[in-house]
């Protein structure tokens, strides 16, 4: 009899062994968030700072309902040191979100003497690019850092950040509060029943464009100065057709972006802020002289980067 207990009871201590070893089988872990290097930093003591940005002032105040976040960086300088800092403050695309920034290629972070630092704007956009208040616990001395925190070279960062411009855009630091760009919006000339425009063609979503189709338009005028790549400005004086003016002429309605072609195939979208300004011109004119076989221009008068005005254009197409 006692060997049939001692047998029931092997049995049970085997099947209890089993159980226990099905529920104490690990799951699977989580993966970690994407933005596990941006901590919300809490209880930090904001100071008063001033920034401008696109011309847009924004305050210490227009930030309070805007999160401080904490990212710990490491970053090599031109002599090959390597350093970790530590920077709280204020994600750049929140500061954007006050200043109602929303369409831009590049960015400059501007600091009060002078230097200038460029990113593009994935970086730019990247949650952990703070306009930091502190760096290792220290507060700044007269304006906030940039800091690009996804930017492993030193170089990236800057102290005492005063302005950020768009596109190539020049600063003013002696009238900072009178917009940071030296580059003013343009002020568009009515040239209507002044100039005459020799023959040009192009196409509005298929349909042949001419002197014809536009004749009871108002013509505009308009001198830009714009930046290159290599940071050379220069000015022109566009003549032409407010873009918004065409697409009405032709009839083309419920759009929501709009793509100019060029005559080598070479095609560009235009923003929002570009197809809904009055600043951007079908140019047929450009300081006098007409497009090459009839061709026109595009000219976003909003935009100081020359990568956005477009020539050579055969073709409008709205979608």
């Known amino acids: 009899m006692k060997k049939y207990v001692s047998l029931l009871l092997a049995l049970l201590l085997v099947f209890a062994l089993a159980a226990c070893g099905e529920t104490a089988e690990p799951e699977a872990s989580e993966a970690p968030d994407e933005g596990s290097a941006l901590k919300e930093a809490v209880g930090v003591t904001i100071p008063e700072f001033v920034i401008y940005v696109n011309g847009v002032k924004v305050t210490d105040a227009d930030m309070a309902d805007y999160p401080a976040y904490e990212v710990q960086t490491t970053t090599v300088n031109s002599s090959g040191t390597e350093s970790t800092d530590t920077f709280v403050g204020f994600s750049l695309k929140d500061v954007f979100e006050v200043a109602g920034v929303t369409e831009f290629k590049t960015v400059t972070a501007v600091a009060d003497d002078g230097y200038e630092v460029e990113v593009d704007k994935d970086m730019a956009m990247d949650p952990t690019t703070l306009i930091a208040i502190t760096k290792n616990g220290e507060q700044f001395k007269s304006s906030p850092w940039f800091a690009p925190c996804s930017s492993g070279t030193t170089g990236d960062y800057i102290k005492g950040m ?156 709205a979608k």
């Open 162 to 317: 005063v302005a950020i411009a768009l596109d190539g855009a020049k600063v003013d630091l002696e009238n900072l509060d009178k917009g940071v760009s030296e580059n003013t919006l343009p002020e568009l000339a009515d040239k209507t029943d002044k100039v005459q425009f020799a023959d040009f063609s192009f196409m509005v979503n298929g349909v042949e464009i001419t002197n014809e189709t536009l004749k009871d338009l108002h013509i505009y005028k308009m001198e830009v100065t714009t930046v290159n790549k290599k940071g050379n400005e220069s000015t022109e004086t566009y003549t032409g057709y407010k873009l918004s003016d065409v697409l009405e002429a032709c009839g083309v309605k419920d759009f929501t972006k709009v793509v100019v072609v060029a005559s080598d195939g070479y095609e560009v979208e235009l923003s929002q802020d570009f197809i809904n300004s009055d600043l951007t011109l079908i140019a047929i004119e450009k300081d006098k002289a007409v497009g090459e076989g009839g061709t026109v221009w595009v000219a976003p008068g909003m935009s100081t980067s020359s990568s956005d005005y477009c020539k050579l254009v055969v073709e409008i197409v």
